[in-house]
């Protein structure tokens, strides 16, 4: 029986139901969605870990593909990520207790002098779905609020975010500043955004540039992999 929910669980992050109200991509699609699901797996016993990754992870790998695939759009993507980000709020708890751990703290701001926000919250929206304890910063953040933010909180990765030639400059700067205030090598930096690219990612000693929000997972956690 636990197996079938978690297979139900699956099914309605992929068809982006967060409640029994919600109507999925397939119309048919009806009884508890992700939320109830949840937490009936929760009193069936089945733990939090296998909850994330067997049920919600693999939902929104199923997501990925079919976005990249161009099955999916963009509001189909983020229905299924605001499904798994309200069930992880109710995993998170559990999880603390039990000793057990998300995949790490991430921060993301859009950089000093740049408005632009709106791939900046897919970004942001997609992670917290898929495990990460995320903080977004906001839009136009100076530099020094980054700096005492990595210094204060110690997040495991920082996102930067720029969608003009005129402001991916400033990408630069919170490199430069995080270096010297010694903190550079306590976090792991990737880049987004229509004005930059991998070139760019290397030439200001980024550790990767993500071209889109599934793009943005994929890196984080192949960075991660290094990360020591």
């Not at 109200?21 to 009193?43: F, K, N, Q, R």
């Not at 996102?159 to 030639?165: E, I, N, Q, R, Y």
């Amino acid at each position: 029986m636990s197996d079938e929910v978690i297979a139900l669980l699956r099914e309605n992050v992929i068809q982006g139901r967060k409640t029994a109200e919600d109507e999925g991509i397939d119309a048919e699609l009806s009884g508890p969605g992700v939320l109830e699901l949840t937490s009936l797996a929760l009193e069936k016993g089945v733990p939090p870990s296998v909850i994330i990754e067997d049920g919600l992870t693999a939902g929104m790998g199923v997501v990925g593909e079919k976005f990249s695939s161009k099955e999916f759009f963009i509001p189909d993507m983020l229905a299924s990520a605001e499904a798994v980000g309200a069930a992880m709020e109710v995993l998170k708890p559990l999880l603390e207790g039990t000793g057990a751990h998300g995949k790490g703290k991430f921060a993301i701001a859009t950089v000093k002098g740049d408005i632009h926000d709106i791939g900046k919250n897919i970004v942001a929206i997609l992670f917290k779905g898929s495990g990460y304890d995320v903080t977004d910063l906001g839009i136009d953040v100076p530099t020094e609020k980054i700096v005492q933010y990595v210094r204060e909180e110690k997040p495991d990765y920082l996102g930067l975010s720029a969608l003009l030639t005129t402001t991916m400059v400033v990408m630069a700067e919170v490199i430069e500043a995080l270096k010297a205030a010694g903190l550079r090598q306590s976090v792991r930096i990737v880049i987004g955004g229509a004005a930059v690219s991998e070139e760019y990612a290397k030439e200001i000693g980024a550790d990767a540039y993500c071209a889109d929000a599934f793009a943005a997972i994929r890196v984080l956690e192949s960075v991660g992999e290094t990360k020591g």
